[in-house]
């Protein structure tokens, strides 16, 4: 938390003195949510003993280029070997010991038509060693790192020394912004990230759903800005004509459910008069034919003197393999592997009723 704090002020973090002997010099830093993957460029003539992260031994290092060998070794330090003359390899090794976090800002004008988004990445270096390198961050664990929303953002070349570091992520142009109510009445508690789709009967109908729709405002979204960047909170700030800072609401950012998304959401509070309503009116379980259907209505009310724009998110959470067959209003885009919105307006004191309908398949 206290680097959190940090980055939404996007104020420096402390750092420590580094360790001896010397710093390593590394080729190539990659920071996953899980690991990071350390490759490593060493001059070696004979046998040569490398510093490397605590709690890696030797039988953690592979050697990738140069033909030298890692013949033994402690905690944190290794020995590698190659043949007579010099030699330049390349190891590579993966340590738990470095942590990160993402925090941005959107900075709103008072009249509240454009923001401007901030964001840093805030590292703590617990290797025992200085780390450097062309870095890169990618917002997934290793072993899903090759997943098709998966994009790697480069960092640039980095030295971290052992401790805290932060590093800017985004500083990017003013966007258009604008007021939006959005239903959102599931969030992505339920989602089931796998191709095999759940078929439990009582999956998202068993427990009451929200009625709560939030004044939101959207943001626009620039792909070439945004492209990679890791999921994180965000903190939407009015700046006033004197430079004081207002928090208007709290969110995330870049989350798988919106990844795909063209807009950033950020809800302030309760819409006032306005109410939605999620109901299931069908679920088909084929099991011979490998796929389950539902069908959904989703009512808005709204009892406000004026129309109101409603951006209803739904989530389909049982599995990736879905797609919606059928949905009653022309304006729906897809968020994220397993969210889509669909827009609609209701008139002053009036009510819409949004029809959908979704078919899960999966293998033999």
Known sequence: MRLLRALFVLAACGHGQPRKPAPVSGDELTFY???TVVRQRIELAGATHVRVAEGVTAKDVRVLEGGGSVVSGVLGDVIIEAG???HSIVISYTTTAVHWE???TLTARASRDRAVLAGALAIRNATGIPLH????VVDAELAT???PDVTPRDLGELTLPSGDSRVPLVAGAPRRMHAVLVYDPIGTKLDNPSPVPLRDASLGVADPVASRVSESFEVDRDPRETRGLPAGPVRLLEEHDDGSLRILGEARLFDAATRRSDVDTIAIGTAEGVTGKRERRELTDEETRHRLVEEFVITIDNTRARPVD????EH???GLTWAVAYESVPDVHQDGAQ???MRTRVAARGQVKIMYVVVYTWGT
């Open 133 to 136: 390198g062309a870095a890169h």
């Open 84 to 86: 007579p003359g010099h």
């Open 310 to 313: 409603v951006v209803v998110r």
């Open 102 to 104: 993402a925090a941005y």
């Open 339 to 341: 969210a889509f919105t």
């Open 33 to 35: 949510r899980d690991v």
């Open 145 to 147: 790192a090759t997943t």
């Open 316 to 318: 389909l959470y049982r």
